[in-house]
């Protein structure tokens, strides 16, 4: 099975701030990885899917980059209903996996 | 709008099954595969597995394989999952979701229901 290991678990930031998550798999996975996010109590919700393209309606301060083994989601400056976990997920291979989510939370 | 309408919270004893269904609207369910993923409590996600509502073909996750069917009913554009020999870690939140696929080959999860908790207690 593929690993999807995310960094950092947890992270503290403020609103206006520029935030980074990283994901790693543990083999090449070509630009089959999405992002979510998932607020307390609700399901998840699709930002990006193929690596770096929007889902409609996702607000263009959030995007994402890379390829291979090594990807990244960035808000480019945190609003407060940005605070929630968010999940890394790989479609390369089956069984699909996730990674283990990072939980932003308010400085 | 595209949306999935899941049934309602179960609780079950252990060795009991549990059938979780799983209504599409706004869209053609043979259209697009089904899958379903759940979330224990305060744990990540976990895929368990997809349906072709076009031909009924499954793919499970292994871990899973024996205990759970997945169904759907396009008449009525239901998919199921059901669980059976259920133990105390599968208390989770089961959520349906349209799995898509894009030209390149990815694919991802949207929309997704709003989740069934299963809770798994003697």
């Known amino acids: 099975d593929i690993q999807m290991t995310q960094s950092p678990s947890s992270l503290s930031a403020s609103v206006g701030d520029r935030v980074t998550i990283t994901c790693r798999a543990s083999?090449?996975?070509?630009?089959?990885l999405n992002w979510y996010q998932q607020k307390a109590g609700k399901a998840p919700n699709l930002l990006i899917y193929?690596?770096?393209t929007l889902q409609s309606g996702v607000p263009s301060r959030f995007s994402g980059s890379g390829s291979g083994t090594d990807f990244t989601l960035t808000i480019s400056s945190l609003q407060p209903e940005d605070f929630a976990t968010y999940y890394c997920q790989q479609s390369y291979t089956i069984p699909i996996t996730f990674g283990q989510g990072t939980r932003l939370e308010i400085k | 709008q595209v949306q999935l309408v899941q049934s309602g919270a179960e609780m079950k004893k252990p060795g009991a099954s549990v059938k979780v269904s799983c209504k599409a609207s706004?869209?053609?369910?043979?259209?697009?595969?089904i899958s379903w993923v759940r979330q224990a409590p305060g744990q990540g996600l976990e895929w368990m597995g997809w349906i072709s509502a076009y031909n009924g073909n499954t793919n499970y996750a292994q871990k899973l394989q024996g205990r759970v069917t997945m169904t759907t009913d396009t008449s009525t554009t239901t998919a199921y999952m059901e669980l059976r020999s259920l133990r105390s870690d599968d208390t989770a939140v089961y959520y349906c979701?349209?799995?898509?696929?894009?030209?390149?080959?990815?694919?991802?999860?949207?929309?997704w229901g709003q989740g069934t908790l299963v809770t798994v207690s003697s």
């Open positions: 706004a869209y053609s369910l043979p259209s697009y595969d």
């Open positions: 083999q090449i996975i070509s630009s089959y």
């Open positions: 193929a690596a770096t």
């Open positions: 979701a349209r799995f898509m696929t894009g030209t390149g080959g990815n694919s991802w999860f949207d929309p």
